[in-house]
């Protein structure tokens, strides 16, 4: 989780004219190196949407592409109770959605802290206990007089799983700190199904979803203009509606009752666009980030763009400074040596310092980092922060660009979530921006722009609540929901 805050008062640019002239000169080479051209930006958007073509293909490419199953529109019609879960790395999110009929929903949620060991048990029915334990709890609070039939229910799982069907999900391999013996290679709806038939709760578990497809989903049955669902966050991704004739990995796998016409949801994973950098451009602080990252050649596009990485290139940035020898001189710099020290809040709290002197950077970097900083440096600094911020959110909406262009979409809606779109300093204006230079537009205001970002919904409590109730429509009509 990036964690930015609350929105600041707007922040104030300082001048220039006090910094010294070689501290400039190598502020404009940095400057100049995280300065994305309108016509890289376009030369990104055509290499991004072979790649993705690329990645539904049988062959496949660096780009998953992963069929979302589901494969109808929701109509904002869908009307019930349905449940939602999500189990994040410290809390599971539990959420009755209840859909209205007329593209609007009501939701009401809880939050179960995660017992420390669960984590790391090596019991691995523990897990899923407390989850089926903590669902009772929620049905049993929310429907005191009991509940009439099943209630269905969608999980949003974030970890790495392999889907043949929207019903099941084969767990790849654990992240965010989860390390729990025999659940690799295993269905984790299966295992949760058991714990709820063992404890008798009127709830059956119909749909595994991916946070992103729960955005697109749940944004597109409240606005019917959604195009995509995207998310600006620790990481980068997207998802859309595609057609089952255009996914020829899928070609001769599916039932007779998933036409070629049908249309499916595509979890893009698309972090790992360009891994043979071939398109995007990286300066040397890029390829810092990269030879020293867990997993050097991989997510090459999420390197450059996402909220884990941010505050990593302004170390970097700042460290050459230094090492030139114009900055910090003398300073002890032992926790700024540290990878990962600064997490997207730094440069996020640095360019919305409204401060003329930037006195809430200084007392930043001397109560969290322990060295002083001159006016001048700090200066250089937040210019750095301003182009890094810019950079990846010019960047980042290439994604969009690629999927629009791809499916003949000249207008609509993207619904944005993440904490980099909601709380990152004139993210979203530079998003638009770098969206209008791809296209060339000449209209000057975003609000009017043929393609715009917009708030999303709740992707993984309402979108995962939307997903169940057109899954229990399928599976009520007897049709099938993944491969045959």
Known sequence: MVHLGPKKPPARKGSMVDVPPELLKSLNVIEE?????????????????????????????????????????????????????????????????KLAGDSTFDTTQSKYKLPDHIRTTQNRDELFEFIAKSLKDFVEEMFPEGVTGTLPLGFTFSYPASQDKINEGILQRWTKGFDIPNVEGHDVVGLLNEQITKMNIPIEVVALINDTTGTLVASLYSDPDTKMGVIFGTGVNG????????????????????????????????????????????????????????????????????????????????????????????????????????????????????????????????????FETTVQERKIIRRICEVIGARSARLSVCGIAAICQKRGYETGHIAADGSVWQRYPNFKDKAHEGLKDIYDWKETDPKKYPIVIVDAEDGSGAGAGVIAALTEQRLSAGKSVGLK
């Open 239 to 370: 998802a859309y509606y595609d057609v089952v004739k255009d996914i020829p990995k899928l070609e001769g796998k599916l039932a007779d009752d998933i036409p070629p016409e049908s249309v499916m949801a595509i979890n893009c994973e698309y972090g790992s666009f360009d891994n043979e950098h071939v398109a995007l451009p990286r300066n040397k602080y890029d390829v810092m980030v990269d030879e020293q990252s867990p997993r050097p050649g991989q997510q090459a596009f999420e390197k450059m763009t996402s909220g884990y990485y941010l505050g990593e290139l302004l170390r970097f940035a700042m460290l050459d400074l230094h090492d030139q020898g114009l900055i910090l001189k003398g300073a002890d710099l032992t926790k700024l040596k540290q990878a990962y020290i600064m997490d997207t809040s730094y440069p996020a709290r640095i360019e919305e310092d409204p401060f003329e002197n930037l006195e809430n950077t200084q007392e930043l970097f001397k109560k969290d980092l322990g």
């Open 33 to 97: 190196s995280f300065t994305v051209k309108p016509d890289t930006l376009r030369a990104v958007v055509k290499h991004f949407i072979s790649e993705l073509n690329k990645g539904l293909s049988k062959q496949g490419g660096n780009i998953p592409m992963i069929p979302g199953w589901v494969m109808t529109y929701p109509t904002g019609k869908e009307k019930g109770d349905y449940i939602a879960i999500d189990l994040g790395g410290t809390n599971l999110r539990v959420v009755l959605v």
